[in-house]
């Protein structure tokens, strides 16, 4: 049998508590996280890209959460996001009828990760966005950041988030490739890294 020294912290094999991830595919990810709008709703957009580490190498095993208001701008008070069926305590998913303003999307094999939902109405001087919570391999700590979409260029320059972070504003500002679909692309560190906010 033999023997290995764990005397000092050099000979001391890893435990669970010092590794970060990737665990976020387990319990996290629930079916219909992506499709935040209601079925068949006549005004969904969509909204992907990739999470991206300090290389620019797409992450797959990463977790995208989004919260966003109704297009009015009012927060939704309604459940539904994730149901649990009453009888087993499994999780149902969405009900396809209300718009609850939130889901969690996991990046696929390329770091890929989309979401189906309405456009943000704005609320008092910010411009219209979405709230980001990232969790990816690696970070000890969720980021979190915002997607404004483009198309009102007027609220976009007087949001004083966007204003103070001058020119590394572009990282918080979609692409719209086409009419109703836009690109957002995570950064996570290095050049082009997007900017991540601390709340305290």
């Given at each position: 049998?033999?023997?290995?020294?764990?005397?000092?912290?050099?000979?001391?094999?890893?435990?669970?508590?010092?590794?970060?991830?990737?665990?976020?595919?387990?319990?996290?990810?629930?079916?219909?996280?992506?499709?935040?709008?209601?079925?068949?709703?006549?005004?969904?957009?969509?909204?992907?890209?990739?999470?991206?580490?300090?290389?620019?190498?797409?992450?797959?095993?990463?977790?995208?959460?989004?919260?966003?208001?109704?297009?009015?701008?009012?927060?939704?008070?309604?459940?539904?996001?994730?149901?649990?069926?009453?009888?087993?305590?499994?999780?149902?998913?969405?009900?396809?009828?209300?718009?609850?303003?939130?889901?969690?999307?996991?990046?696929?094999?390329?770091?890929?990760?989309?979401?189906?939902?309405?456009?943000?109405?704005?609320?008092?001087?910010?411009?219209?966005?979405?709230?980001?919570?990232?969790?990816?391999?690696?970070?000890?700590?969720?980021?979190?950041?915002?997607?404004?979409?483009?198309?009102?260029?007027?609220?976009?320059?007087?949001?004083?988030?966007?204003?103070?972070?001058?020119?590394?504003?572009?990282?918080?500002?979609?692409d719209e490739e086409r009419q109703?679909?836009?690109?957002?692309?995570?950064?996570?560190?290095?050049?082009?890294?997007?900017?991540?906010?601390?709340?305290?």
């Amino acid at each position: 049998m033999t023997k290995i020294d764990t005397s000092g912290p050099e000979q001391a094999l890893p435990t669970p508590s010092h590794t970060v991830g990737p665990f976020y595919g387990y319990a996290l990810p629930f079916r219909g996280g992506e499709e935040i709008a209601p079925l068949g709703h006549p005004e969904t957009i969509t909204v992907h890209g990739y999470v991206l580490d300090g290389e620019g190498r797409p992450l797959p095993d990463a977790l995208v959460e989004l919260w966003g208001p109704a297009p009015d701008g009012s927060i939704p008070q309604v459940d539904g996001s994730i149901r649990r069926d009453p009888a087993t305590g499994g999780c149902l998913g969405r009900n396809g009828v209300e718009f609850t303003g939130w889901g969690r999307v996991q990046t696929d094999a390329d770091g890929h990760w989309y979401a189906r939902t309405l456009r943000p109405g704005a609320r008092g001087r910010n411009a219209p966005y979405l709230s980001v919570c990232v969790f990816a391999r690696g970070l000890l700590r969720h980021l979190y950041t915002r997607i404004h979409l483009p198309g009102d260029e007027a609220a976009l320059a007087a949001d004083p988030l966007l204003a103070q972070v001058g020119a590394r504003r572009d990282t918080l500002i979609a692409d719209e490739e086409r009419q109703g679909t836009y690109r957002f692309d995570i950064r996570l560190q290095g050049e082009g890294e997007t900017v991540f906010l601390e709340f305290q």
